[in-house]
């Protein structure tokens, strides 16, 4: 530190500060350390760093599962994010399952990381006692709400009447869902069922029970099957509206297979945004939750939380909603009109 110091004609003091991030450092300072810094080849001892701070440089992300396109994009944008601002992120998996979630949330693998952002699926608001941890932590998902935590979620409600509107304008009457779960309470599907019967409601159509198939998996194969029992029922409809992409996508499949043409006679709008959308056949329509920027928002306040950490000033628990949009694709332009009466 002292030769980075000396070569860019400031304090030692003021490469620490930069080195540690701290704002108040003028830009062109911050310049010359980081050339500095550059030219030297310099790396700062993090074991030290650490040891003096009380902290790991590492925060914790535990998912449901990596094997859903939606948690593994999801994970991506959390280690960008993390690598933006100096931490290394460990990568946890509980399967959706609620004992593994609370061995997590209460095990000693905590004691590794200054944080953790968690997205549960197995518990729900009666386990919210479950999140009082005596570390930081962000929730994200559906599962909670009105935690002890801060939570980061997104529009699951507007997003889904944003999909149903979008096929209403372009004619479609019968709007079927896929992946809806029978009897739950807390969660995505409920919540997106919810956006899909006020935007048929808001438009004057009444909701049909026969339109809406159940789905306990939300996986590719649930959604062909789901599709599959659709056609079975011989439903007339000629929209679908798919409570995530990976059953829209099985969804495609079916309607190929059974000669059915898209968006032509059945128009298809997912949910999540996921990269294979924009690479099926046709081209998925589907509302983007924003995904980078609900990461680095829990990321920042996580980091915030960590950095507050024991002082008795700490904000209450607060709720951030990311805005959804809507991708208009191949498989529902918005323009095809429907030739279902």
């Known amino acids: 530190m002292r030769d980075v ?32 810094i550059a030219e030297l080849g ?32 999801l994970a991506d944008a959390v280690l960008r994010a993390a ?60 599962r909670i709400f009105n935690g002890p935590t ?41 919540l997106r069922l919810d956006g899909y019967r006020a935007a048929l409601e808001q438009a004057g159509i009444p909701f049909d029970p026969s339109l809406v198939v159940h789905r306990q998996g939300w996986h590719r194969t ?28 099985g969804a495609l499949r079916t309607l190929f297979h059974s000669g059915i043409n898209v968006p032509q006679d059945v128009a298809v709008v997912g949910f999540d945004n996921v990269t294979e959308a924009q690479f099926a056949m046709p081209s998925l329509t589907t509302i983007d939750p924003n995904r980078a920027t609900i990461a680095e928002t829990a990321v920042d306040a996580l980091l915030e939380r960590i950095a507050g950490r024991g002082k008795e000033d700490s904000p209450r628990p607060r709720t951030f909603e990311v805005p959804a949009t809507l991708v208009a694709r191949e498989s529902a332009p918005g323009r095809i009109r429907s030739t279902v009466a």
Do not use: C, W
């Open 5 to 36: 110091a000396a070569l860019a004609g400031v304090s030692v003091k003021t490469v620490s500060n930069v080195v540690n991030g701290f704002e108040f450092v003028k830009a062109h300072t911050r310049e010359r350390v980081n050339a500095a």
């Open 83 to 142: 690598r933006q601002r100096d931490y290394v992120v460990l990568i946890e998996q509980t399967g959706g399952e609620r004992s593994a979630e609370i061995e997590l949330l209460h095990g000693s693998r905590t004691s590794m990381m200054d944080g953790l952002l968690f997205s549960p699926l197995g518990l729900d608001d009666d386990d919210a006692l479950q999140l009082k941890v005596d570390y930081p932590l962000v929730l994200l998902g559906e």
């Open 222 to 249: 649930d959604g062909a099957e789901a599709m599959q029992e659709l056609i079975r029922r011989e439903v007339q409809f000629d929209a679908v509206f798919a409570l995530n992409d990976e059953l829209a996508l």
């Open 150 to 190: 801060d939570h980061v979620t997104m529009q699951n409600v507007e997003g889904a009447a944003m999909a149903v509107r979008h096929l209403l304008a372009s004619g479609r009457k019968r709007i079927a869902v896929l992946g809806a779960h029978e009897g739950e309470r807390v969660g995505s599907g409920p």
């Open 42 to 73: 310099f790396q700062p001892n993090l074991v030290a760093r650490n040891l003096r701070t009380g902290r790991t440089g590492v925060i914790g992300l535990a998912v449901p599962e990596l094997k859903f396109s939606y948690f593994a994009e």
